[in-house]
């Protein structure tokens, strides 16, 4: 046999090289895979360090709520959608993503409910959910910021709960950002979800200021809250907190009615309570970018029915300036025509979220609620003058009243944030009125599915009534 | 003297008495042998007369002094012994005998002992004394025996290769006595033998050698070995270090530059495609630069990543195999394949490294399997220049024919019809506002009798003397498409590799270097899409060459725009990779891996003013985007050689530290109102930008332990300790290791009685376990990004993800066996291997509701997958004569994906996606039932007849996975010609034309055009209609029951093929004629890629799958490659 000869230095010198360098490693290995935050991003711990970042984190719930494709809720959502549900327009082109609303066919996985209607307000309720922890705990912020910054949360945690409760009834609550319990949670009675937004407008009034923070009515002040909390309490049929906050608002003096119908919808107009002012490019308002047609010659995308265009009195020059019309191959196609600007880099038009009109026909329908018959016929006169209609006569009883105030909300808030479509839910009046315009109308149309995705993902939601 | 030297060499036996006895024995024996070895005197003297100044000596003699010996070799080979006389004073008189024994050698052996050294200069031989510690310790063996057949005495074998360079690590065996050996870093051993034994010697790379003892043997044998040239011999890649298939006890598949060579095509992927078993490789689609998905061995993760980890020249791939594009393009969703970035005339080999103990060395990283890519590499001799090109043309092989004018229009009018609908410019504006005469084949116009074509030209330099090799080239590679415009993608490749050995061989040292530029400009349009137009949709442009946005009240949306649209994607890869070992002590070396991986893409697209529809826009438009991936790698490891026993061991040590980064950035610009300014971000005035960062850091110890005992049982261990960012605190660390073993039964002493025919057979095991971290980065991290968009111009922020810091590691634990047998002297070659593996703790997205504000939280879950299958290779050497050869290769893959566990499926969100027991790729939809032919819609049957067809009429329908898949290749060789023809097969299921025609638009509804056999549909009732009615209405029930369609079993179909993937036609031209050109060789050929393929399939490439995308083309190329 023949063998190599081993000298023991050597083998020495083996053991410890393989034995050292594995220690050699061992201690630099976890300092070396603990890595920093990406430098593109900044952690919750530094975001609520300082005014500016603070401020950008709240200014990204409207910036993710505007820079969403025109249809999600923010961004259109609220007012196309249920305007097809009510009575408001219909869809001029075949569409299989608009067909279902127009007709009240929608199915429980319809995806536009799913990812514009749902997904869109849980994502900015997040949002506005971290900021509000991240915001109450932090120590190092000034606290005017501190207070304006937290009242804009809530404002904007409140509008998304509005419309979540008024499109889907019950909805799941989540007023933290803990996924292990949210992830779980229940629908909660639309009334509890509806004192939520309430108790929230509470909060927001008294954090926010009425002076805006920025120039132009572009984030939420105090009267912005207020507004809110109006039409809130008319949801919860609370007549005189309605009316009282109402006319808190319509007494701020800071907000007229604009006399020029053709003004209304401008960017900063005196009419404005808050305007989303539009974030992409070559965008003004997203309603002018929905509703317009590309050319005089072409089929809108969405057009006004027959009966609607009805419901406009004679001589009401909203009738003029707010609806316009493209006449293809011999058929007439009205369209929605608040908005005057299709698009453009020359931004004049904002998104109108709360304007002072809205305020006046709260009031209205507060009083006539109160039997102030008088006060709700003042109120809806101011709009109507406006519109260069006649005063309503000062003797209506207050069903009749009540019926005035739905026209009159009908015609001033045509296409406007799905208020027609909330507004006959809340009065009751939707199985009587879309009933007799719509031939397949059932009374469980009123709401919209709870997507039937989000029900196999939470066990717990239940449907919605005639979606199962 | 003989005495003495034989006790000094039992002494160092091990087995000491036998040894003893033998050499006493020996004694008593040595005059009966005296006068044969008189017999051999004169015999050797004869040969050396007939040797003349030879450079070998023959010489033989007992107790002869030097200078005798030195004039025997001066007669011979005419050198001149110089010495100072007092030298050879104290020399011992030397006995030797020696037969044509290399003159360097026989000097080697005559001074052994002497304390004396030689130097050769010129013909010169000059001879001093050494120094007085240079004695070979080891030299007291006796120069001279005479060898008898009783009893065995010790020898010394020297294995050389045929360089003379001696072989560290070869197996001697005495195939009688089955003492056996192991050459040491001298190529030296010892092994007692007697004349008459037979001795196999073996070497990884090398043939067997079956040597003979004669009685003339002297103390040092000689044995040289060549080069095998049994496939199980060819060098595999194996993680930190080289392979054969004959001794690895891993799985690994290997691709060599010859196979690769031979395919035209621009992306090494393409060129795998069916070549190694349990490599599934699928191309999205016919374009240039299109991706591939690959996969080893099937899905072993849920949701995450499967794909398998790519190293070039050890260096990890920066964007392993994820698209780089963030621009959509005309490739399609899958975007533009990283690879492509490789030249595959630059690759050497491509080894696919599949079970355990192939890959768990890598950790994490190999989960999923790993594709190592070595470049190639100079190789010693004279140095040649080689160039190679080639041209050629591609056509489209497979499309539909569509509806012409009047079928389309006819088909449209009975939708309307069927509908109760009256036509009018909203609902079929074919009808109401195009010119109804008009016609635009557009299969025509995109796809039939157009042309691609493809050149690519190589040049390289390489070979190298001494310690050094080189070798650098170039190769430059262009490939259009058949789309009309001047799209094409266009790459150039340098490639460079240098390397050193020292001249005491301790050093070594290897620097490979590629650096490629690829300029991708295919459009940014797919224009398969175009097929479905209306055959009568408007022309783009007016009469006066203006773009037409709006025909008869109609708003157009035509795609040929994009034609007007500028958009290229330029990537660049450097990737440098160096290799450093020092051998610090005989068996120990001390090794360096360093790398560097960078590979940048940057896209652009220009949306000129005339490409947008001025109702929205009267500027132009542009994006650019930045994609920078870099990897950087350093892997210091040890590794320790010796023989222990019979047995060879391999301890390998190292540490890895790893960092990828991924930077990305996104430049919007618009409301630019001068087209020649489009690439002038300045002249926006409308500007919005992305970013996107990712740090990826990895760091393990790892170690490797081999065991090889006389090459037939073979042990090798791998553990690894991983360390990866991708987990929390305290979650980052991980332990995983591996096991393998072989047996190579032919080997044993009982294979003598298995059939002759049997040469070769090896039994393989291995079990391991990995982990897998393929989840994004930083996901155990809360963050805060900037979206797009500022509001009133100032900055913003969003809550990038929820975080998770409890998560750690998915395991994938990995078994397998294998047998691999050889025939007829190897001829034909059995390779086979069953492999089962199971993964579990998924990490997946778990999916949240909505209401929590996010997707996903990145979670384990006790869900278990499992993938088993066998593989197998048949190597045959059918044909084997001097003038024709024939050889074929074939393999299968036979594979089975199987969800075994997933606790809580049912409540889910996956719940419709996976079946447990079933595939995960299991194809859930309503069961089929034809056309009623009454009411002329489809049919499927209703599980729970309540009148609807929902998920919960669905049946498992099958699954997407491969049945089967492999590739034969048959190549032939007759003289200078070579013929090679590669078959690739796959027997699967997959969706349909049908399904692409359903899911998009409903058949009947405006602009949709359909293929021609659409014709058999329902007209009326008591057709009887292989398709349902038309119809454009979304509340009719034949449009319902288009929904349902899509997914249900009549949307799937047989998409099994069998491709002649590639047929190479090649013909060297004869050494003697182009000698006379100076040339050393000149081969001219003809490759032809994707030449039929034979398919049920209908419409669509059954690979792709889709008949809205550019299947693979059918290319030809003829090329010629001289070599200087």
């Not at chain 1, 009123?446 to 199962?468: A, D, R, W």
């Not at chain 2, 036998?18 to 005296?34: D, E, N, P």
């Amino acid at each position: 046999m023949y063998k190599i000869k081993i000298f023991p230095s050597r083998i020495r010198t083996i053991i410890g090289i393989f034995a050292i360098l594995p220690e050699l490693f061992f201690s630099s290995c976890r300092k070396w895979v603990t890595i920093p935050p990406p430098r593109d991003q900044v952690v919750t711990a530094t975001v609520f360090m300082d005014d500016k970042t603070a401020t950008a984190a709240v200014l990204g719930i409207y910036s993710q709520m505007l820079g969403a494709s025109p249809g999600n809720l923010i961004m259109g959502g609220a007012t196309l959608f249920p305007g097809l549900s009510a009575d408001e327009i219909y869809s001029a082109k075949t569409s299989t993503v608009y067909e279902p609303f127009a007709s009240n066919s929608l199915l429980k996985d319809n995806n536009s409910v799913l990812s514009a209607l749902w997904r869109a307000p849980y994502a900015y309720i997040y949002q506005a959910n971290v900021c509000l922890e991240g915001l109450a705990a932090s120590t190092t912020l000034s606290a005017h910021v501190k207070r304006q910054l937290m009242g804009e949360c809530l404002f904007a945690r409140a509008y998304c709960y509005f419309y979540l409760t008024g499109l889907y009834n019950d909805v799941p609550l989540e007023t933290t950002t803990q996924y292990q319990t949210n992830q779980i949670a229940p629908r909660s009675p639309s009334a509890k979800v509806l004192q939520q937004v309430i108790t929230d407008l509470d909060s927001a009034q008294a954090l926010l200021v009425p002076a805006y923070p920025v120039t132009g009515p572009i984030r939420p002040n105090k009267w912005a809250a207020a507004a809110l909390q109006a039409r809130a309490y008319l949801y919860q049929k609370s007549w005189p907190a309605a009316e009282a906050a109402a006319t808190a608002v319509i007494n701020s003096g800071m907000y007229t009615l604009v006399s020029d119908l053709n003004a209304v919808f401008l960017a900063n107009s005196s009419e404005a309570i808050l305007q989303f002012k539009p974030v992409q490019f070559n965008q003004n308002s997203v309603d002018g970018s929905l509703f317009i047609p590309s050319s005089a010659t072409v089929i809108p995308a969405f057009a006004v029915p027959d009966y609607t265009l009805a419901a406009f009195e004679t001589g009401d020059l909203r009738k003029s300036s707010w609806i316009k019309s493209n006449t293809v191959g011999g058929k007439t196609y009205s369209y929605p025509y608040k908005y005057k600007v299709r698009n453009g880099f020359t931004v004049t038009e904002y998104n109108m979220v709360e304007r002072l009109a809205e305020q006046y026909l709260i009031r209205a329908e507060a009083r006539a609620q109160q039997n102030d018959i008088s006060g709700a016929t003042a109120d809806l006169d101011t709009i109507r003058v406006r519109a260069g209609l006649p005063v309503l006569p000062i003797s209506l009883d207050k069903a009749t009243c009540l019926l005035a105030v739905e026209q009159e909300r009908r015609i001033e808030l045509f296409m406007e944030w799905g208020h027609r479509w909330l507004d006959l839910r809340r009065t009751g009046r939707i199985d009587a009125v879309l009933g007799a315009e719509k031939s397949n109308w059932t009374s469980t149309d009123s709401l919209y599915p709870i997507p039937f995705k989000e029900i196999q993902k939470n066990v717990f939601l239940t449907q919605n009534p005639g979606y199962n | 003297m003989v005495k003495t030297a034989i006790c000094g060499g039992s002494a160092r036996g091990s087995n000491r008495h036998i040894t003893r006895s033998a050499s006493c024995g020996f004694r008593t024996k040595m005059l009966l042998v005296m006068r044969l070895t008189i017999f051999l005197l004169t015999v050797a003297c004869l040969q050396v007369s007939a040797s003349g100044n030879a450079q070998t000596v023959s010489f033989q003699g007992k107790d002869v002094p030097l200078e005798k010996v030195f004039t025997a070799v001066r007669e011979q080979t005419g050198y001149v012994f110089l010495y100072n006389d007092t030298l050879l004073a104290d020399t011992r008189p030397v006995t030797i005998h020696a037969v044509q024994l290399p003159l360097a050698q026989f000097l080697d052996l005559l001074i052994k002992g002497q304390d004396l050294k030689y130097t050769l200069v010129s013909k010169s031989i000059i001879v001093s004394r050494a120094p007085v510690n240079a004695a070979p310790s080891d030299n007291t063996l006796p120069l001279w025996r005479l060898l008898t057949d009783n009893p065995p005495l010790p020898i010394r074998i020297r294995v050389v290769d045929a360089d003379g360079k001696p072989l560290a690590g070869a197996s001697v065996i005495n195939k009688k006595t089955k003492n056996s050996g192991v050459s040491n870093t001298d190529g030296m051993l010892g092994l007692n033998v007697s004349a008459g034994d037979i001795l196999t010697i073996s070497f990884v790379g090398f043939g067997d050698v079956d040597y003979r003892v004669t009685p003339t043997d002297v103390a040092i044998i000689v044995i040289k070995l060549s080069p095998s040239t049994s496939p199980l011999d060819e060098l595999q890649v194996i993680a930190y270090g080289t392979s054969t298939k004959r001794l690895n006890t891993a799985d690994v598949g290997t691709v060599k530059a010859v196979d690769i060579e031979r395919q035209p095509v621009g992306n090494p992927m393409a060129a795998l495609e069916g070549r190694v078993p349990g490599l599934l490789i699928t191309q999205s689609g016919g374009l240039p630069g299109a991706n591939f998905t690959v996969q080893i061995r099937g899905q072993n993760s849920l949701v995450q990543g499967s794909d398998p980890l790519f190293i070039v020249d050890g260096v990890p791939f920066a964007p392993n195999n994820t698209s780089i594009s963030s621009i959509y393009s005309s490739v399609g969703p899958a975007g533009l394949s990283p690879l492509n970035s490789i030249s595959p005339s630059d690759i050497e080999s491509i080894d696919v490294l599949k079970d355990a103990d192939a890959t768990s060395i890598y950790g994490s990283r190999g989960a999923n399997g790993v594709i190592l890519i070595t470049t190639k590499k100079g190789k010693p001799g004279k140095v040649t220049l080689s160039a190679n090109v080639y041209t050629g043309a591609s056509v489209i092989t497979r499309s539909m024919n569509m509806m012409n004018t009047q079928q389309y229009l006819a088909m449209r009018r009975e939708a309307l019809q069927h509908d109760g609908v009256t036509p009018d410019i909203d609902n079929a504006p074919e009808l109401e506002a195009f010119d109804t005469t008009l016609y635009t084949d557009y299969k025509k116009m995109f796809f039939s009798g157009r042309k691609a074509h493809t050149t690519d030209a190589q040049i390289s330099l390489a070979g190298g003397g001494g310690g050094t090799q080189f070798l650098i080239g170039a190769d430059y590679h262009q490939e259009s498409t058949i789309y009309p415009g001047d799209l094409k993608d266009r790459r150039v490749s340098f490639h460079s590799n240098l390397s050193h050995v020292s001249i005491d061989k301790r050093l070594t040292a290897n620097l490979s270097t590629i650096y490629v530029v690829d300029d991708n400009r295919l459009g940014a349009y797919n224009f398969a899409g175009m097929l479905r137009s209306a055959p009568n949709a408007p022309p783009l442009y007016d009469s006066a060459g203006k773009v037409i946005w709006e025909k008869n009240g109609v708003s157009l949306n035509n795609p040929l725009v994009f034609q007007l649209n500028r958009q290229s994607a330029s990537t660049s890869n450097l990737l440098g990779s160096l290799q450093l070992g020092y051998q610090l002590l005989p068996g120990l070396t001390l090794k360096a891996s360093l790398g560097y991986n960078m590979v940048r893409i940057d896209e652009m697209n220009l949306q000129p003013i005339p490409s947008r529809n001025p109702a929205d826009y009267a500027t132009g438009a542009a994006e650019f985007t930045s994609n920078v991936f870099k990897s950087w790698i350093i892997e210091p490891q040890a590794e320790y050689n010796r023989n222990i026993g019979k047995g060879r061991l391999n301890i390998l040590a190292g540490g890895t530290w790893q960092e990828t980064v991924n930077n990305w950035s996104d430049i919007n610009t618009d409301s630019i109102t001068n087209d020649a300014l489009l690439q002038s971000i300045g002249a926006a005035t409308s500007i919005r930008a992305g970013s996107d960062y990712q740090q990826y850091r990895y760091s393990a110890v790892f170690g490797r332990l081999g065991y090889s005992w006389e090459e037939k049982y073979i042990l090798n261990l791998t553990a690894r300790r991983d360390g990866s960012s991708r987990f929390g605190p305290g979650r980052q660390f991980a332990n995983f290791g591996a096991g393998g073993l072989a047996w190579i039964f032919t080997k044993e002493a009982f294979a003598r009685q298995l059939p002759g025919f049997l040469s070769f057979g090896k039994l393989r095991v291995s079990y391991g376990a990995s982990g897998n971290d393929q989840i994004g980065n930083y996901q155990y991290m809360d963050g805060w990004g900037s979206p797009f968009y500022p509001y009133n111009g100032t900055a913003t922020l969003f809550p990038s993800r929820l975080a998770n810091s409890d998560y750690g590691w998915e395991v994938n634990h990995k078994l397998e066996g294998g047998l691999d047998l050889g025939f007829i002297k190897d001829r034909i070659l059995l390779t086979s291997a069953y492999f089962y593996n199971r993964s579990g703790n998924q990490l997946i997205p778990y999916t949240l509701p909505y209401q929590t504000g996010f997707t996903f939280i990145t979670e384990n879950i006790p869900a278990l997958i499992q993938n088993s299958g066998l593989e197998f290779t048949l190597l045959t050497k059918n044909i084997q004569s001097s003038g024709f050869n024939w050889t074929s290769s074939f393999n299968l893959t036979i594979h089975r994906n199987k969800l075994l566990k997933f606790p809580g499926l049912a409540t889910s969100s996956y719940s419709n996606a996976y079946v447990v027991g079933k595939s995960l790729s299991t194809i859930r939809g309503a069961h089929y039932l034809g056309v009623n032919d009454t009411t002329g819609v489809f049919q499927f049957t209703d599980v729970n007849k309540d009148g609807l067809i929902n998920t919960s009429d669905n049946f498992i329908l099958g699954n997407q996975d491969p049945k089967f898949y492999g590739g034969l290749q048959n190549s032939f060789s007759y003289k200078g010609w070579n013929l090679d023809v590669f078959l690739e097969f796959r027997r699967q299921l997959g969706q349909n034309y049908l399904y692409n025609i359903y899911n998009v638009n409903v058949p009947g509804t405006s602009n949709n055009n359909l293929p021609l056999s659409m014709e058999n549909r329902w007209r009326k009732p008591g057709d009887h209609a292989t398709f349902q009615k038309v119809t454009q209405d979304p509340g009719s029930a034949a449009y319902a029951a288009a929904a349902n369609f899509v997914g249900s079993s009549g949307s799937y179909s047989d998409a099994s093929f069998i491709r002649l993937k590639n047929v190479s036609l090649s013909y060297s031209v004869p050494s003697d004629f182009i000698k006379r050109a100076h040339i050393q060789g000149c081969r001219v050929y003809l490759h032809i890629q994707n030449l039929l393929t034979i398919s049920h399939y209908e419409g669509a490439d059954p690979e792709v799958k889709d008949l809205f995308t550019l299947p693979p083309l059918r290319t030809f190329t003829a090329g010629i490659q001289i070599t200087l």
